[in-house]
């Protein structure tokens, strides 16, 4: 179980009886009783040198009688010496020897375990030197740091190979969840490539990962030689099977085996790559022919191993460096962005850089006043809008993330595929107001890069599985989860909220300064107006008498020398008097209009019905001249308001409503509306008149503004519309109107607004 073969092919698929992944688990895989043949192991009291425990092939014709026995008896006083010698300071760590026993060259491994001394020796397979500092040196050449970490893995997979000599090197790498992916490779020719391919957790059982941290090599030279069993079975102090997990040759599960088979392979081996105490992969090699890798070239790949494992530390927190140097300029010109901007959020999704920009991740959304836009891949906009909804009412926290959304809130599944990863900050929780980023479901990401019509394979009577199912099953496990986000993302996402808090709190500031500057300018205008009004009521009043004086005295000259007149003179001194009197007029409308301005209202208690009656009363000729008829539907209501001022407003809506009528009967209706919510009810005055263009819906109120000519529909100054909008404002209400040229219009009306 210990290497990347054993992923490969599943026991459970293989022989679902006998053999499943949680006995996998179970099983004791450093505690097996047995080696592999091409070594031996003799086990020693560390004083005394005498010999506790033997493989059995440590002597061809009777092992047994070896027990107990002094270890020279064994392997002579020549390497006793040496090997007392090596010790001399302690066997905490494990030793390397050579030695020489009946000719035969053997390279030597010792350790401590339970107590006793392990010995172990295999013979060096001929011809065999161990690496020379040359060869291993011109191959950490090749681990450059120029290209990524996938570059970096390959290159380290092919200097493996020549190393070693496998047929095939991986580096497999391990996800935070422990599930799998070969990120580097190299082979021989004519075998397919596993590069790419993903593997679940559940396919390294949690003792092997253990035992990879403790072991770093692991070798099986040939998965068809049997063991060697261990005699006696039981450690003699311990009385249980002795633990090997630092045992260099130690056998290997039979399960194991059989996958390593299954697959055709015949020597495997895998070499840790741990970083900082943990286990960030493998290099598994895999080999079509049995394969004694020797001690020293082992040792030598565990080397290559670390410093790789060390290159690979160093590229990693370069890019982590850069990533977030770049984090943090792309920050502060998005901070510089938003400052220029008046309206700030704009700047995630419209400025350079975004926030796709910011983070590592394919999309972002940004929910700000009610507003969503969205960036790269994302869910879309209905689920973004339940997102809200749902950290609104679920999570309290500023920053918020997971890898795993849908396991938090099952209900989102709709953002599973793209948004199985969230990182939300709340910019305000209660408005909504929320900065997104998206991380898709991880599975998704990675395609399958086998060939699919070989998911199984039958070979001589079993299933043999192709990578595809270990797919299948990663895929499985990983499913609703993306890739994680790392601590310095949450951390500096959580520094660009405060930021960006700060400036949404600066510009509500800047908001209210703006305020206070409107309100200022509202007083000021206020005053300006008031300024006007007494202006116009100077003007006017003043205007007023020396023009009612010359229109007089036209008059008189009229009248009192009209015989001396000639035609043309007697026409001038008509339209003199005419001019004077519309003058007159125009300056009584400005008077009017600056009164209400000018005058306090007085405001009481008032029965509108009455208003309406003085009203209809006052304006009686006119409507009968007309044959116009006023109609009620219901009674008015009380308001609070000026009478004399509501009067003005609704005599000139109704007498408006009977002139600018082409109807043989005129028809006005006066009324009210009741609005949810408010206690000041809508006002109506509706006629079946000629109606208003749209165009002129605003123009009417303006001052002196007529749509027609002046004589057309016997109308006034045009300031009669002006006047009442003024009062209607002044009693803190507004007016607008509804029209429908041809068929009538209908003026509304509320005061206290
Ligand atoms: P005036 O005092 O000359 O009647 P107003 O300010 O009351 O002026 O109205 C401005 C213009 O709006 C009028 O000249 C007329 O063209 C138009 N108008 C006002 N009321 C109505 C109405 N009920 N139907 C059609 N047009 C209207």
Same mark, same amino acid.
């Given at each position: 179980?210990?290497?990347?073969?054993?992923?490969?092919?599943?026991?459970?698929?293989?022989?679902?009886?006998?053999?499943?992944?949680?006995?996998?688990?179970?099983?004791?895989?450093?505690?097996?009783?047995?080696?592999?043949?091409?070594?031996?192991?003799?086990?020693?009291?560390?004083?005394?040198?005498?010999?506790?425990?033997?493989?059995?092939?440590?002597?061809?014709?009777?092992?047994?009688?070896?027990?107990?026995?002094?270890?020279?008896?064994?392997?002579?006083?020549?390497?006793?010496?040496?090997?007392?010698?090596?010790?001399?300071?302690?066997?905490?760590?494990?030793?390397?020897?050579?030695?020489?026993?009946?000719?035969?060259?053997?390279?030597?491994?010792?350790?401590?375990?339970?107590?006793?001394?392990?010995?172990?020796?295999?013979?060096?397979?001929?011809?065999?030197?161990?690496?020379?500092?040359?060869?291993?040196?011109?191959?950490?050449?090749?681990?450059?740091?120029?290209?990524?970490?996938?570059?970096?893995?390959?290159?380290?997979?092919?200097?493996?190979?020549?190393?070693?000599?496998?047929?095939?090197?991986?580096?497999?790498?391990?996800?935070?969840?422990?599930?799998?992916?070969?990120?580097?490779?190299?082979?021989?020719?004519?075998?397919?490539?596993?590069?790419?391919?993903?593997?679940?957790?559940?396919?390294?059982?949690?003792?092997?990962?253990?035992?990879?941290?403790?072991?770093?090599?692991?070798?099986?030279?040939?998965?068809?030689?049997?063991?060697?069993?261990?005699?006696?079975?039981?450690?003699?102090?311990?009385?249980?099977?002795?633990?090997?997990?630092?045992?260099?040759?130690?056998?290997?599960?039979?399960?194991?085996?059989?996958?390593?088979?299954?697959?055709?392979?015949?020597?495997?081996?895998?070499?840790?790559?741990?970083?900082?105490?943990?286990?960030?992969?493998?290099?598994?090699?895999?080999?079509?022919?049995?394969?004694?890798?020797?001690?020293?070239?082992?040792?030598?790949?565990?080397?290559?191993?670390?410093?790789?494992?060390?290159?690979?530390?160093?590229?990693?927190?370069?890019?982590?460096?850069?990533?977030?140097? #770049?984090? *943090?300029?792309?920050? +502060?010109?998005?901070? @510089? =962005?938003?400052?220029? %901007?008046?309206?700030?959020? &704009?700047?995630?999704?419209?400025?350079?850089?975004?926030?796709?920009?910011?983070?590592?991740?394919?999309?972002?959304?940004?929910?700000?006043?009610?507003?969503?836009?969205?960036?790269?891949?994302?869910?879309?906009?209905?689920?973004?809008?339940?997102?809200?909804?749902?950290?609104?009412?679920?999570?309290?926290?500023?920053?918020?993330?997971?890898?795993?959304?849908?396991?938090?809130?099952?209900?989102?599944?709709?953002?599973?595929?793209?948004?199985?990863?969230?990182?939300?900050?709340?910019?305000?929780?209660?408005?909504?107001?929320?900065?997104?980023?998206?991380?898709?479901?991880?599975?998704?990401?990675?395609?399958?890069?086998?060939?699919?019509?070989?998911?199984?394979?039958?070979?001589?009577?079993?299933?043999?599985? #192709?990578? *595809?199912?270990?797919? +299948?099953?990663?895929? @499985? =496990?990983?499913?609703? %989860?993306?890739?994680?986000? &790392?601590?310095?993302?949450?951390?500096?996402?959580?520094?660009?909220?405060?930021?960006?808090?700060?400036?949404?709190?600066?510009?509500?500031?800047?908001?209210?300064?703006?305020?206070?500057?409107?309100?200022?300018?509202?007083?000021?205008?206020?005053?300006?107006?008031?300024?006007?009004?007494?202006?116009?009521?100077?003007?006017?009043?003043?205007?007023?008498?020396?023009?009612?004086?010359?229109?007089?005295?036209?008059?008189?000259?009229?009248?009192?020398?009209?015989?001396?007149?000639?035609?043309?003179?007697?026409?001038?001194?008509?339209?003199?008097?005419?001019?004077?009197?519309?003058?007159?007029?125009?300056?009584?409308?400005?008077?009017?209009?600056?009164?209400?301005?000018?005058?306090?209202?007085?405001?009481?208690?008032?029965?509108?019905?009455?208003?309406?009656?003085?009203?209809? =009363?006052?304006?009686?000729?006119?409507?009968?001249?007309?044959?116009?008829?006023?109609?009620?539907?219901?009674?008015?209501?009380?308001?609070?308001?000026?009478?004399?001022?509501?009067?003005?407003?609704?005599?000139?809506?109704?007498?408006?409503?009977?002139?600018?009528?082409?109807?043989?009967?005129?028809?006005?209706?006066?009324?009210?509306?009741?609005?949810?919510?408010?206690?000041?009810?809508?006002?109506?005055?509706?006629?079946?008149?000629?109606?208003?263009?749209?165009?002129?819906?605003?123009?009417?109120?303006?001052?002196?503004?007529?749509?027609?000519?002046?004589?057309?529909?016997?109308?006034?100054?045009?300031?009669?519309?002006?006047?009442?909008?003024?009062?209607?404002?002044?009693?803190?209400?507004?007016?607008?109107?509804?029209?429908?040229?041809?068929?009538?219009?209908?003026?509304?009306?509320?005061?206290?607004?």
């Amino acid at each position: 179980m210990s290497d990347l073969a054993k992923e490969l092919i599943r026991p459970a698929d293989v022989d679902a009886e006998a053999v499943t992944l949680v006995n996998c688990d179970d099983e004791p895989i450093h505690r097996l009783g047995a080696i592999q043949p091409f070594g031996r192991l003799v086990l020693c009291h560390p004083e005394t040198l005498r010999i506790e425990q033997v493989s059995m092939n440590v002597d061809a014709t009777h092992p047994q009688g070896r027990l107990g026995q002094p270890l020279e008896a064994l392997i002579g006083e020549a390497n006793v010496a040496r090997v007392r010698e090596a010790t001399a300071d302690g066997f905490d760590n494990p030793i390397l020897l050579t030695m020489e026993l009946d000719g035969t060259p053997y390279e030597v491994f010792i350790y401590e375990t339970e107590g006793s001394l392990a010995i172990e020796y295999e013979p060096t397979p001929q011809g065999h030197r161990p690496p020379d500092f040359f060869k291993i040196n011109g191959l950490l050449q090749q681990l450059k740091l120029d290209g990524d970490v996938a570059t970096l893995c390959r290159r380290a997979a092919t200097s493996m190979r020549r190393l070693v000599g496998f047929d095939r090197v991986m580096v497999y790498r391990f996800a935070p969840e422990l599930h799998g992916e070969v990120i580097g490779e190299d082979h021989r020719d004519g075998l397919e490539s596993y590069l790419g391919l993903h593997y679940p957790a559940t396919d390294i059982p949690a003792q092997a990962r253990a035992l990879y941290l403790q072991n770093h090599c692991r070798l099986i030279a040939d998965v068809n030689a049997p063991p060697v069993r261990l005699i006696p079975a039981l450690h003699p102090h311990t009385k249980r099977v002795t633990d090997l997990s630092s045992s260099s040759i130690r056998s290997v599960s039979p399960i194991h085996i059989e996958y390593l088979q299954n697959m055709g392979l015949r020597a495997s081996m895998s070499i840790s790559i741990v970083q900082d105490g943990h286990l960030w992969g493998l290099f598994a090699c895999h080999h079509y022919a049995p394969f004694h890798a020797p001690l020293s070239l082992r040792q030598t790949a565990e080397f290559f191993s670390n410093v790789f494992a060390a290159r690979l530390a160093e590229k990693e927190a370069t890019l982590e460096r850069s990533y977030q140097a #770049s984090f *943090r300029r792309r920050q +502060a010109q998005m901070l @510089e =962005e938003m400052s220029n %901007r008046t309206d700030f959020a &704009t700047a995630f999704y419209e400025g350079s850089p975004t926030l796709l920009d910011l983070i590592d991740a394919p999309g972002a959304a940004v929910c700000f006043d009610g507003q969503l836009h969205t960036l790269g891949e994302t869910p879309d906009a209905d689920a973004i809008r339940q997102l809200v909804g749902w950290l609104q009412r679920h999570d309290e926290r500023e920053v918020f993330h997971t890898d795993a959304l849908t396991e938090l809130w099952p209900e989102g599944e709709a953002l599973r595929e793209r948004a199985s990863g969230v990182l939300a900050l709340a910019i305000s929780q209660v408005q909504g107001d929320y900065l997104f980023w998206f991380r898709p479901e991880a599975s998704r990401m990675v395609q399958w890069a086998g060939n699919p019509t070989k998911a199984l394979v039958n070979e001589a009577g079993k299933l043999r599985l #192709s990578p *595809r199912k270990s797919f +299948a099953a990663w895929r @499985e =496990e990983v499913g609703g %989860r993306s890739r994680p986000w &790392t601590d310095y993302e949450v951390e500096a996402a959580t520094g660009f909220r405060t930021v960006v808090i700060g400036l949404v709190l600066k510009t509500a500031g800047e908001l209210k300064l703006r305020a206070d500057v409107l309100a200022r300018l509202n007083d000021e205008l206020t005053r300006s107006n008031d300024d006007l009004d007494s202006f116009a009521y100077i003007a006017s009043h003043d205007l007023k008498e020396p023009l009612r004086g010359i229109r007089n005295y036209a008059q008189f000259l009229l009248e009192d020398y009209e015989d001396q007149l000639d035609k043309e003179g007697r026409q001038k001194l008509e339209t003199l008097v005419r001019l004077g009197r519309r003058m007159e007029e125009l300056i009584s409308s400005l008077l009017e209009f600056s009164r209400v301005g000018r005058l306090d209202l007085a405001v009481k208690r008032c029965d509108t019905n009455e208003i309406v009656a003085d009203v209809l =009363e006052m304006l009686a000729p006119r409507l009968e001249e007309r044959r116009a008829v006023v109609h009620l539907p219901r009674p008015l209501p009380t308001v609070e308001c000026d009478e004399v001022r509501i009067t003005e407003v609704f005599a000139n809506l109704i007498s408006n409503g009977v002139k600018y009528n082409d109807q043989p009967q005129p028809r006005v209706e006066v009324g009210y509306t009741e609005v949810e919510g408010s206690d000041n009810p809508v006002f109506f005055v509706r006629d079946n008149g000629i109606g208003i263009e749209r165009e002129y819906h605003e123009n009417v109120f303006h001052i002196f503004r007529r749509l027609h000519a002046r004589d057309a529909y016997d109308g006034g100054t045009g300031a009669g519309l002006t006047i009442v909008r003024k009062i209607v404002e002044r009693h803190g209400g507004r007016i607008w109107l509804e029209s429908q040229p041809g068929r009538g219009t209908t003026f509304y009306f509320v005061l206290n607004a």
